[in-house]
């Protein structure tokens, strides 16, 4: 065996054999920054005199292990400190710390850590994870967990306090293990139970015993990152030799040890290295010869680049109060809850659960914030999948960067804008297009671009193009203001000239499956070149203003004509479909160019990603066009969108006995358990309901009527949905149901309503649940982008100080393809720019009208004009020539014009 003896700080091999160990009198010991290595390894001269010897033989593990997986997704706590220097993130599942990330947030270095609970009369062994747990909060305004897990039929409990060092890379339990019914602790074995996976790979590992600072430690290391195990209490030991043991999970770990081949619930084996495999490591905690029934102890798991590194952080944390810890790790957490917005005192324990975990998944490296912590139906993914939902996609983190803005913590949405802008965006062209880019270091690239997803530093993971994630960086700039997008102007044109040059089209919709002509992906690219021309004017660019605003009308003028069908399959046949999976037509020298090459009425087909299925355009729905109404691009009571609510309820839309209303992402989604329950592997899979629409179509309510208070019931349906802790789900189980020939069947074994094993919590709903409640408190949703909205007379925008309000009614004659205008003197009326005029609503044709704030007090003169279909602009003919006049009143004044336009 190998065990390393501590000299000061500095860490020493030494060969150990069962009985004990023994250091030769000539040993030299290493020297401070020397490599820790076992003497005579390569590169490392042995020491003066005699080699170190062997007292009895020396024990490795054989193999590899079978093949590693990562944790279930279904999170019951997760958790970081507020503190910079400590960059440790981790997780739990049923009680148990599931993945640890280390050092940045997409690199896991732990699958699972938990106690293994046998009897001295080696009746039974339980695996902590298979038992009745609570995870609960004991300050609702902090990131600790208490972790209560209970075999009442075998009489023990463990009760654990989990937390992260401040100022070092440690995770700490706090451990108090309870002898019941008239047991005492004598009558029990207790042991720890760690499975690594260094450096985001559960192969390749290597794990080994070692001695440290008076204790003896599991350490685990690959590449540059390394973990180090330690406990408060000692290791229990054996024929003179601590019970501690590195092995291959399955073949010689301590599972399989006590509960493997043959059972006899017996720690028998002592294995001092594992190397090159999937390993696992397990120590037997000596709980003393005290006939007590309660024993308390410390379980520190420590970081670093090294080994050596691990190690000492582990003692340095274990040797420190770590009462004064847990303070520092509440006061950090209570720091950050006070300076969140209460929404009036309306805001519950739930939303700052919401706001804690979407600030506890920051990056603390650079910013950026990664979708969720695991990875989707993880128990049944390996390295294969080492990416899974810890990666970072620019539309979640829009999302939920958006909704913390809204709680009040704009600091971390300005630094989620740099990260996008300085970190996530692409700055060269490479490769033909997405997936054909031979010779590109990340794959296709295109300047001002941001890929599907990448890892926390920017390097792209997937390739595919979503324009919705080119839009949503601007919107977010836009709303931080002006100190946080004028420095990024020259990188925010990029983007919106790549928006401009590429879409309306996108390459993949939001659902990452498909191309063509999404509802949801033309809101956002709408509103992002709307913010994108705002942008442009504050910087001083008119002609890049111009050209985003043209573009963001056409497309608004548009969307109906790409997306809405009148020829559908369902209901009256009119609604918006998913997506039109056309390409776009490129032809023509004005707005034609951005025509698909056919419409949303063609027989055209389609094939759905995940096993869905080859269908009809028309025949495929989802929720997508609410981002009309939610990105200000439409009013909630347009008439294509009342249109299509009754088919996307008709079709998508379940109510769960006792939990509320919930929605599926669209027929013949593929992207869940399969029917019999089986995890999702690519085939055969149902997409089941999602809790995030139910939050969504909270705040179309509340856009819909302008009264908060008609939130409430989807509030209370999204709560409905959640775990107990409190964090909500990607997807619930439906009842068995059918999706316009769909089957979608309930396992037996799972109740409705209930989370999936998909992931929990999805960052994004949790997100939701943040604006949801503030849109509640405000009577209109929060995050609207107004710029956009007054644009297209969606909401009307109260006036600045300096302003009064203006409401345009003007009686004009068009044709399709015609829309109508007004410009003027003055910016806000677009300086006689056709291409940054007002545009005015034709909802009360032949009347058209909109509202638009300007300067106060002031003489100004205007004129209408209208668009024709090939992008040419046609001036009303006024008496004499000339333009109009008005003169606006005092600030907050409002002024009415009534004209009428002839030709």
Known sequence: MLERISCGTTILYLTLGLAGCALEPDAEEATAGESAVPFGTAGRAPPKGEALKAIGAGIAAKGGGVPSVWGPAEKSFLGTSTTATSRVYFTGHRGIVSEVFYPVLDTVNTVDLQFLVGDTAK??????????????????????????????AHNWRITKTIFTDPGRNALIQRVQFDALGGRNVTQFDLYLLHNPAMDNSGA????????????????????????????????????????????????????????????????????????????????????????????????????????????????????????????????GWKTYAAGLSSQSATADDQYYLAAMSLKAIQDKSNGAMIAGMGTPWGETNGDGNNGGYHLVWARDLFKFASALVTAGDTATGASVVNYL???????????????????????????????????????????????????????????LGPSVYNPLWKKIKRTADYIVNTGPW?????????????????????????????????????????????????????????TFTTTGYHGDGRYYIRINPSARGNTGSGPQVYNPVSGPDAATTFTIGNGGGTHDQRYIVDGGFLELVRMGVKRPDDPSIVATLPEYDAILKRTIAGKGEA???????????KNDGGNFDGNGGRGRLWPIFTAERGMFKIASTGVGADGSPFLTAVKAFSTPQGFIPEQVWSETTDVTGWSVQKPGNVSAGTPTRSMSPLNWAMGEYISLVASIRAGRVVDIPSVVCGRYNVRAVPPASGEAGVAVNVTATTVVGQTMYVTG????????????GIPVDPRSYPVWTNRVNLPASSALQ?????????????????PGGGNRTMSTPASGGTLTLNDTVSW
């Open 123 to 152: 009746t039974f062994v339980d695996e902590e994870k298979q038992q009745s747990f609570t995870v609960t909060q004991p300050d609702k305004r902090s990131m600790r967990w208490q972790a209560t897990t209970t075999n009442s």
């Open 825 to 836: 003197n003055t910016a806000a009326l677009g300086n006689w720019n056709t291409d940054l």
């Open 506 to 562: 996108t390459q993949q919709e939001r659902w990452e499956e498909n191309a063509g002509y999404s509802p949801s992906t033309i809101a956002a690219e709408i509103a992002g070149l709307v913010c994108a021309a705002t942008i442009a004017r504050a910087n001083g660019d008119t002609p890049s203003a111009a050209r985003y605003m043209a573009a963001a009308d056409t497309w608004q003028q548009s969307v109906d004509r790409w």
């Open 204 to 331: 390749g590992d290597t794990s080994r015993t070692v001695a440290a600072g008076g204790r003896t430690l599991l350490v685990a290391s690959e590449n540059s990152r390394a973990s180090a195990l330690a406990a408060s209490r000692p290791w229990k030991v054996v024929s003179g030799a601590p019970m501690v043991s590195s092995g291959f999970v399955g073949e010689s770990d301590g599972w399989t040890d006590l509960l493997g081949g043959n059972v006899d619930r017996t720690m028998t084996w002592r294995n001092d290295l594992a190397s090159g495999g999937n390993v696992a490591q397990m120590g037997w905690i000596d709980l003393g010869a005290s006939a007590v029934t309660s024993v308390s102890f410390d379980v520190v798991l420590g970081f670093g680049a090294t080994e050596t590194e691990a190690a000492s952080t582990a003692n340095a944390t274990l040797g420190s109060s770590l009462s004064t810890l847990q303070t520092t790790y509440d006061n």
């Open 862 to 878: 205007y004129k209408y004009y209208r668009k024709n279909a090939d992008g040419s602009v046609t001036w009303e003919n006024l």
């Open 421 to 479: 802008f300085n970190t996530l965006q692409q700055s060269s062209d490479c490769g033909a297009a997405e997936y054909d880019a031979p010779g590109c270091p990340q794959g296709y690239s295109r300047v001002g671009r941001f890929p599907q997803n990448a890892w926390v530093s920017g390097w792209q993971y997937w390739q595919g193009t979503q324009m919705d994630e080119q839009a949503m960086p601007i919107i977010l700039a836009w709303r």
């Open 663 to 673: 929605w599926f992402r669209y027929n013949y989604d593929g992207y869940g358990e």
